[in-house]
C-alpha cells in the first residue's frame, strides 16, 4: 500500500497509550486502525508494501483455496495471503491463474481475484525495477480435536 509521512502533534497520555501497543508509535497507529481500514472494500487483489518488499493480499476465494497446492492464510482485515507449497512455483501460479480465467467457470468474484492476481504478477514479471523472489512462509495450525468416546 502506498505511504507518506505525516507529522502529527499528539498529547502525552495519547503517546504513552501508542507506544503500549507498539514501541513504533507508526505500527500503533497502524494496528489501531486496522479494523476501521478492514470495513472499506479492498480490490480483489493489491501488494501490501513495507519498505522494498510487498506481498500480494486477495480478498479470499473458495475456488483460489481449492487449487492444486495454494492455501489461504487469512488476514484480521478479512483479506488473505497466498501460501503455496514447494510444487508450486510462481510462473506456475501465473500460468494456473491464465488457465482458470480462460474456462467459463468462475464467479464474477473469482474472476476479479483471479484476474488481478495475475495482472500483478505479469506487470512484476515485465518490470525492469522489481524481481520476483519466492519466500517461505510459517502457517500455524491448530489441530482438530478428537473426541474421546467412552465405550460402556
Same mark, same amino acid.
Request: hydrophobic share 40%; no cysteine.
Given at each position: 500500500?502506498p505511504?507518506?509521512?505525516?507529522?502529527?502533534t499528539l498529547?502525552?497520555?495519547?503517546?504513552?497509550?501508542l507506544?503500549?501497543?507498539?514501541?513504533?508509535?507508526?505500527?500503533?497507529v497502524?494496528?489501531l486502525?486496522q479494523?476501521?481500514v478492514?470495513?472499506?472494500?479492498?480490490?480483489?487483489?493489491?501488494? @501490501?508494501?513495507?519498505?522494498r518488499?510487498?506481498?500480494?493480499?486477495?480478498n479470499? *476465494?473458495? %475456488? &483460489?483455496? /481449492?487449487q492444486?497446492g +495454494?492455501?489461504?492464510?487469512?488476514?484480521?482485515?478479512?483479506?488473505?495471503?497466498?501460501?503455496?507449497d514447494?510444487?508450486?512455483?510462481?510462473?506456475?501460479?501465473?500460468l494456473?491463474?491464465?488457465?482458470?480465467l480462460?474456462?467459463d467457470?468462475?464467479s464474477?468474484e473469482?474472476?476479479a481475484v483471479?484476474? @488481478?492476481?495475475?495482472?500483478i504478477?505479469?506487470?512484476a514479471r515485465?518490470?525492469? *525495477?522489481? %524481481? &520476483?523472489? /519466492?519466500?517461505n512462509? +510459517?502457517?500455524?495450525?491448530?489441530?482438530r480435536r478428537?473426541?474421546?468416546?467412552?465405550?460402556a
Open positions: 500500500m505511504s507518506r509521512p505525516v507529522t502529527l498529547p502525552d497520555r495519547v503517546i504513552d497509550a507506544g503500549a501497543v507498539d514501541r513504533d508509535l507508526s505500527r500503533a497502524v494496528r486502525a479494523p476501521e478492514g470495513k472499506r472494500p479492498h480490490p480483489p487483489a493489491e501488494l @501490501a508494501t513495507f519498505g518488499r510487498s506481498v500480494i493480499v486477495v479470499p *476465494s473458495r %475456488t &483460489l483455496d /481449492q492444486p +495454494i492455501a489461504l492464510v487469512h488476514l484480521p482485515d478479512g483479506r488473505a495471503l497466498i501460501s503455496f514447494q510444487s508450486t512455483t510462481i510462473a506456475g501460479l501465473e494456473m491463474m491464465d488457465d482458470a480462460e474456462a467457470d468462475l464474477t473469482d474472476r483471479f484476474g @488481478a492476481i495475475a495482472a504478477l505479469r506487470t515485465r518490470s525492469e *525495477s522489481t %524481481t &520476483l523472489a /519466492q519466500r512462509i +510459517i502457517v500455524v495450525e491448530t489441530r478428537t473426541r474421546n468416546r467412552r465405550m
